[in-house]
């Protein structure tokens, strides 16, 4: 059970986190992590966390590149949505959705592919999906009463897409959604979305030649992550056939996921991006470089 003391250890490390650059958010996280002895607080840290996303290659799936992240960990492997095997492989095989979730999430991967390459390309980006049943105990499970169970319940899963066109340009996106139980032909859809941005404008003609000797030190970087909780009821299928209801939460989930990114994207262009050059071109002017 959480206590006051992890739950405020916890805060305090966050409270950390955003006070520092972006970039070295895993480096400070893992020192961070460290320095706490209680160790499921440590995983929880980790979990509360959003870093930078790593690209790992599933050599049982023609190498087809997954992305790794908190969701898809067992201890030191991750699992791969295409083949659902673990890399490094475990001895224990690891943890694996539900047959029925197994099967979703296929599906997911499919079409959040499609989605990836309309909106970041097919060479620089890389997206996963990922999902997991929210009764106790039901990880690997296929019987027919723990798929009630499962249906009945809902489930959880997260949407992943990184877009790194180099060294240091480079969108990481990260989507948590809680599905609810269907009722009444309705299902509450719940996401918590993560954004972390990093931009690094190429410096000007004007300005390299004049400091060509200090060009390391003069590079400017735009950093910062943006974290949104939404919550939306959507209609689904109204018969009990959870292969309808399967695709239903598929359309909800993509709608929904579609219009909140659009939405910070274009907050974070609007806000940070353009209020940041606005202090740039102000500093500028008053030293008499404009």
Known sequence: PRTMSSITTIK????????????????HLAG????????DVADELYQRVDVPLKVGEDTKADGR??????????????????????????????????????????????????YRELYYGKSTSVGSAYLWDNTEGSGGSSSDNKKEETSSLGFSGC??????????????????????????????????TTLLLSVTPPQSSSSSSSTTSTSSSSTTNISGSLVRHNVRECKVSDDDDDDNNDSSHIINIGKFIEDVESEMRSEMDSLYVQKTRTVVEEMRKDNGFL
């Open 12 to 27: 305090s490390c966050i409270d950390i986190l955003r006070r520092i650059d972006p970039r070295d958010t895993e480096k």
């Open 159 to 192: 949407f992943l897409i990184q877009n790194r066109v180099d060294e240091g340009n480079s969108w990481n996106s990260v989507h948590v959604v809680d599905v609810g139980r269907v009722f009444k032909g309705k299902c509450t859809y719940k996401l918590t």
């Open 65 to 114: 590149k997954f992305l790794l992240c908190e969701h898809n960990r067992d201890g030191d492997s991750h699992r791969s949505p295409w083949s659902n095997a673990y890399f490094p492989p475990l001895d224990d095989g690891g943890f694996r959705p539900s047959e029925r979730l197994r099967s979703l999430e296929l599906h997911a991967n499919e079409v959040f592919d499609i």
């Open 32 to 39: 961070l992590a460290n320095l706490i002895s209680n160790d």
